[in-house]
């Protein structure tokens, strides 16, 4: 017993000292673009997304802004790297001081954007990180224009801004939003 209490404290103390322990450990976040899985326990979905935190997201201790951006009909799937096809996360690849926290949920095959997906996830990543709740930030191209206006027309409070592109949306609804950039 005390042979291995010691082997173990050695490892421990191997792994502290190495670069990726803070990380390991959850004292820092990994920046740059990740694939990660959120699963909802209510209705029993996995849901694919990236994220990408800033280059200074560690050194800077404060909360940042965030994209929520719905891609469109084509990249949906299973295969996440076909998210970073347009918009933000194809961006941020290029771009590691890209100074947002962008997060681009995969929507699944034969499926719909749906509010029932989005918020738990968003919520998720508000609780994880340090996000700034008043600069939220919504967009998404083609079906995700369409989840775009679909999940700011229900949760209107939620986003600082919105950026529908080639995507409808209920026009019966949409005054909910007249305080909501566009």
């Known amino acids: 017993m005390k042979k291995a209490t010691l082997v173990l404290v050695a490892v ?3 792994f502290l000292q190495m670069d990726c322990a803070p990380v390991l450990f959850g ?30 997201y560690n050194e800077e201790k404060k909360d940042w802004p965030l994209i929520l951006f719905l891609h469109g009909s084509g990249e949906r799937g299973s295969v996440i790297d076909s998210v970073k096809k347009h918009g933000p996360p194809k961006i941020v690849e ?15 095959k034969e499926q719909q954007w749906s509010n029932d997906i989005l ?7 508000v609780k994880k990180y340090r996000v700034d709740e008043k ?21 209107p409070h939620r986003f600082a801004a919105i950026a529908p ?14 305080n909501v950039p566009t």
């Open 12 to 14: 421990l103390s191997m």
């Open 27 to 56: 004292l820092r976040k990994p920046v740059g673009q990740h694939a990660h899985t959120f699963n909802i326990e209510a209705n029993e979905t996995n849901v694919n997304y990236l994220l990408f935190l800033p280059d200074k």
């Open 94 to 108: 290029q771009v590691p001081d890209f100074p947002f926290i962008v997060l681009s949920p995969q929507c699944p």
């Open 119 to 125: 918020i738990p996830l968003l919520d998720e990543i």
């Open 135 to 155: 600069r939220i930030y919504l967009t998404g191209l083609s079906m995700g224009g369409f989840g775009t206006w679909a999940l700011a027309i229900q949760y």
């Open 165 to 178: 592109i080639c995507g409808g949306g209920d026009t019966s609804k949409v005054c909910v939003l007249k």
